[in-house]
């Protein structure tokens, strides 16, 4: 697979790296007056190490945060290549539990060497990996500032549990992490996720002065097409709230056309995790 990047500088001090190659993936920055916040890593520590590369020699302030939107590998893998002393690493509370487990699990040593086994091209990177937990948690909010410009992180946990955003009003910018994937179907799965908040932050997005959304994965968009999620995350609930009042079986619900899902399992997933979770009510 390619590993190719593309970093672009999409308002003032804001700059997003793309790596088209894996679903669209986006990673930023925002530049302070003196200093720097990185947020999500990308997917290979080499790609991190380029992105860190690219702000270090175009900008004179330090890197003094690194945000991380949630616990998924392709948002936070390259994060060795921002282990100092000198940056802090943030997420939410529940961040640091979803990352304890997958460092017992699907991160441990031997989950890494079969990597290794299964896709020797890559071992550089492989080796390269270097996790470790946030220094800093918070649980609904947390804002940094620099003189008079703020940037502000949010807690939603609709996509996972984790799952964090970020708006930056200077630049009328929001990262949204994988609350959003733009043209996609949304990536509902994780079962720790919750659709009422995510809907709910997608409403607070909407209500701020906003003209770049950068998703996760997919090209940078507006609010128009915020708002289009929003509607279809509206839909997808009420269909599954009639579905189980009505007693109909998950495999039964027929729900509308949207963008296209990313892997084919994803709708019966969703589907599956959003009957679960109204179930329960
Ligand atoms: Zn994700």
Redo the contacts with the bound molecule.
């Keep these: 697979m390619k590993k190719d990047i593309a970093i672009k500088k999409i308002a003032p001090r804001t700059i997003v790296a793309f790596y088209e190659d894996y679903f669209e993936l986006n990673a930023g920055s925002i530049i302070l007056d003196n200093f720097i916040l990185v947020i999500d890593t990308l997917l290979y520590p080499s790609q991190t190490r380029e992105f860190r590369a690219y702000l270090d020699q175009n900008y004179k302030q330090p890197i003094k945060y690194l945000l991380l939107t949630?616990f998924?590998g392709?948002?936070l893998l390259g994060m060795g290549e921002f282990k100092s002393n000198d940056i802090e690493v943030l997420g939410t509370e529940q961040l640091v539990d979803n990352m304890k487990n997958r460092l017992e699990n699907n991160w441990s040593q031997e989950s890494i060497a079969k990597w290794k086994e299964e896709e020797p091209d890559n071992t550089e990177d492989f080796d390269a990996i270097d996790l470790f937990l946030p220094h800093r948690t918070f649980e609904k909010s947390h804002v940094i500032e620099d003189g008079s410009l703020r940037v502000e992180f949010y807690h939603s946990g609709g996509?996972?549990g984790c799952?964090a955003w970020v708006y930056f009003a200077e630049d009328k910018v929001i990262f949204t992490?994988?609350e959003l994937a733009s043209y996609n179907w949304p990536?509902i799965s994780e079962p720790s996720g919750n659709p009422d908040t995510w809907i709910q932050a997608f409403e607070h997005m909407l209500s701020l002065d906003v003209e770049n959304v950068v998703p996760?994965h997919g090209k940078i968009v507006n609010k128009k097409h915020l708002q289009e999620h929003l509607e279809y995350l509206k839909t997808l609930r009420s269909i599954v709230l009639k579905g189980i009042e009505d007693c109909i079986k998950v495999e039964e619900l027929v729900v509308p056309e949207f963008y296209k899902p990313a892997e084919d399992w994803q709708i019966p997933k969703a589907l599956e995790h959003l009957y679960n979770f109204y179930s329960k009510r």
């Design positions: 949630h998924h392709d948002h996509h996972s799952s992490g994988d990536f996760g």
